[in-house]
Each structure stands twice: as structure tokens, then as C-alpha cells.
């Protein structure tokens, strides 16, 4: 259990995190689709951009019969990350997520709150702290969101994904295959950026309130079959009364906002080389940070794809 689920770490960090904070930015109630027509401003050729679910496998995309043909259209796949070496990321990832020398979990929580995290693992996953310790808080956040996942939705899990779905078929087509981020910068960001004492924080509430993360996946879940970016952006906008787990605007910021701006800075060049069909989660498409605005700011048009 544990060996898989740390495979499927690569292609989920972004999401399993997303479930848990709000993006920032109101979205006005427009056109909405997970498929994006993206042309002029010079472009000789329209690229598209396609709003993923990091866990929901490729048989979804039988109800986008136009994703595939926009991809077949286009020249090139743009991913969060290059996903064509998967043992070479998950090697980084292993490195990345041990803690630190002199770090334990009996350091960072006290000893109710241990007893707890290591009863919960046991229950989950079938391996406590004595196997899981050294890992940082944050992996372990993901660890149990995957298996969760995976509990509530046995139908759909353990199936290739969308990401590594069209990064696999340009691969085959011998087209160009390119990440808008590093493995090391998506690692930075989601188990490094966040000091350890805050990973635990956040932990420990997880599995304090397991019900939150249930409702959130319930409705993340209707809202993306739905195919509607608007009812994720409002998912995702709504706050909840006396949350016990609430992230800071930094937080929030270092996951969407400031990684959209980082992209809206490369995805210019990257089109004009060559027509792309970019392929990232679907809560970087929408609001006033989101993708789809950022490049109709950049003057290009951007056009919902029923």
C-alpha cells in the first residue's frame, strides 16, 4: 500500500494540497469549460489549455470528445511537470521528504497528538510511525489523502491519469514534451517552503477531522465531472464557518497565484514555438490569478471549448 501510493506522490502533490485551501481570487459567473481555445496576439497556430484532476483516470476524457481532437491538433504537451522519467522523480521526492536530522514527530507534536497520527496511519495504511517517521508532515498529509481517495472512489483509482495520459501519447507521436516546473520546484513548494512545526500543525488537524477532507473530495469530485470551473472556483472561495484547519494567504498564494504568474511568464514563448496543448490542474485555469485570464491580459483570445 505504502509503495504505491508513494509512486502516484509525483503527478497528485499539487491537488491532495489544493484540497485543503482556497485559491485566491473571486471568478465572475462566465463562460466555463475544462477546454480552452487560445489564439492570436501573433500566434500562427491555436494552442489549447486543458484543466486536469490530477486522480480522476483517463476514461473521463470520453466525455471531452474535443480534448482529444485538440490535442491531436496541436504540436506539442505542456505538463506542470515531465512526467517521462517517473523513478528518476521519485527519487527526488524520497529525498526531499525525509525529515531532517534530530526531527522527530515526538518533537514536533505532543504525545496525545502522536499517539493519534501513528494509530490513524496503523488503521489506514497498515504501517505506523515506526515506518512512516521519517518522513515530513506534508508527505505524510499526501499518504493518507491518496489512500483516502482511494477508499472513497475504488472505481477510479489505480488507473493512468489524465497528466501522464497526453504527456504518454505525445511521447509516442514523437512530439515535444515540456514542464512548466522543475520536480525540485514543485518539491521546494510543497514539502520545504512550509516549516515543519506548520507541516505537523495541519497534520494533525487533517486527522483530527477526517470529515473535511471527505465533503471537499465529494464536491471537488461533482464540480469537475460537472465540468464546471465556476463551481470549483466557488468551492474553493467558500468558507468554512469556524474552520479548524485554515491556511494562510501566503500559503494559498504559493500554490496557485504565484505559480500562475511564474507560467504566464513562459507559456508566451512556449506557444509561439510551437501550437501546445498545456495540460495543468484545473484550479490554475480559473479567477483573477487564474491562466484563463492571465493570457486574455496578455492579449490573447481565449475561448471556452464546449
Not at 487533517?206 to 465531472?225: F, G, R, S
Not at 505559480?259 to 484545473?282: C, D, H, T, Y
Request: proline share 6%.
Amino acid at each position: 500500500m505504502y509503495t504505491m501510493n508513494y509512486r502516484m506522490a509525483p503527478g497528485v502533490i499539487a491537488l491532495l494540497f489544493l484540497l485543503f485551501i482556497s485559491c485566491n481570487g473571486s471568478s465572475p459567473k462566465a463562460e466555463t469549460s475544462l477546454l480552452w481555445k487560445i489564439s492570436g496576439n501573433g500566434l500562427g497556430k491555436p494552442s489549447y489549455l486543458f484543466g486536469t484532476h490530477h486522480l480522476v483516470p483517463v476514461s473521463f476524457l470520453d466525455s471531452i470528445p474535443a480534448a482529444v481532437t485538440a490535442f491531436e491538433e496541436t504540436d506539442q504537451t505542456v505538463g506542470e511537470l515531465d512526467m517521462s522519467d517517473m523513478a528518476a522523480m521519485q527519487m527526488q521526492i524520497m529525498g526531499a521528504a525525509v525529515m531532517p536530522e534530530g526531527v522527530t514527530y515526538d518533537t514536533l507534536l505532543p504525545p496525545d497528538d502522536v499517539q493519534l497520527l501513528d494509530s490513524t496511519l496503523t488503521d489506514l495504511i497498515g504501517v505506523g510511525l515506526d515506518q512512516l517517521g521519517q518522513l515530513k508532515p506534508a508527505m505524510i498529509s499526501n499518504l493518507i489523502s491518496i489512500t483516502l481517495y482511494q477508499k472513497y472512489y475504488p472505481a477510479i483509482s489505480g488507473q493512468e491519469n489524465i497528466d501522464l495520459y497526453f504527456q504518454t501519447e505525445a511521447l509516442k507521436l514523437s512530439r515535444p514534451v515540456k514542464a512548466l516546473e522543475t520536480t525540485e520546484e514543485q518539491v521546494e513548494i510543497l514539502l520545504n517552503a512550509t516549516p515543519l512545526e506548520r507541516q505537523a500543525e495541519l497534520l494533525i488537524c487533517m486527522v483530527k477531522h477526517p470529515e473535511l477532507l471527505k465533503d471537499q473530495m465529494d464536491e471537488l469530485q461533482l464540480a469537475y465531472y460537472a465540468q464546471d470551473l465556476n463551481a470549483l472556483q466557488a468551492l474553493f472561495d467558500k468558507e468554512i464557518p469556524n474552520d479548524p484547519c485554515p491556511s494562510t494567504d501566503e500559503e494559498k498564494d504559493a500554490l496557485n497565484k504565484d505559480r500562475n504568474e511564474k507560467w504566464l511568464a513562459q507559456l508566451p514563448a512556449i506557444m509561439a514555438e510551437n501550437a501546445s496543448f498545456i495540460a495543468v490542474g484545473a484550479m490554475h485555469l480559473p479567477g483573477d490569478d487564474g491562466l484563463v485570464k492571465g493570457l486574455q491580459d496578455q492579449g490573447f483570445t481565449v475561448e471556452a471549448v464546449k
